[in-house]
């Protein structure tokens, strides 16, 4: 079992920069993959980023790559999403999720836990 807690989010202006948090409880932290996905209001939950279990290896959705960074710290139980280069089109609510699946899980079906979700605003 593990619990996740998102912290973070925030009303920013296009062009800036929010680093958002997760913590989670539960020894086995290191033994799950993590992942970061974001919902907009109308639209699908969708993938945004991954931090391997194996080697914290990232990846990271098309959409992001180049403007987010995912990181992990596994003696602290925490990943982290530092986004940079915010568009109105990053607005969303963003969730933090674990998969105990091996290799890149990037699909909403891979992830057993969630977090409750931190809000995202991103202005013109």
């Known amino acids: 079992q593990v619990q996740l807690v998102e912290s973070g989010g925030g009303l920013v202006q296009a062009g800036g920069s929010l680093r958002l948090s997760c913590a989670a409880s539960g020894r086995t932290f290191s033994s799950y993959s993590m992942g970061w996905f974001r919902q907009a209001p109308g639209k699908e939950r969708e993938f945004v980023a991954g931090?391997?279990?194996?080697?914290?290896?990232?990846y990271y959705a098309d959409s992001v790559k180049g403007r987010f960074t995912a990181s992990r710290d596994n003696a602290k139980n925490t990943v982290h999403l530092q986004m940079n280069s915010l568009k109105p089109e990053d607005t969303a609510v963003y969730y933090c999720?674990?998969?105990?699946?091996?290799?890149?899980?990037?699909?909403?079906?891979?992830?057993?836990?969630w977090g409750q979700g931190t809000q995202v605003t991103v202005s013109s």
């Open positions: 999720a674990a998969s105990p699946a091996a290799g890149f899980p990037d699909g909403v079906r891979w992830f057993d836990y």
């Open positions: 931090i391997r279990r194996s080697d914290a290896g990232t």
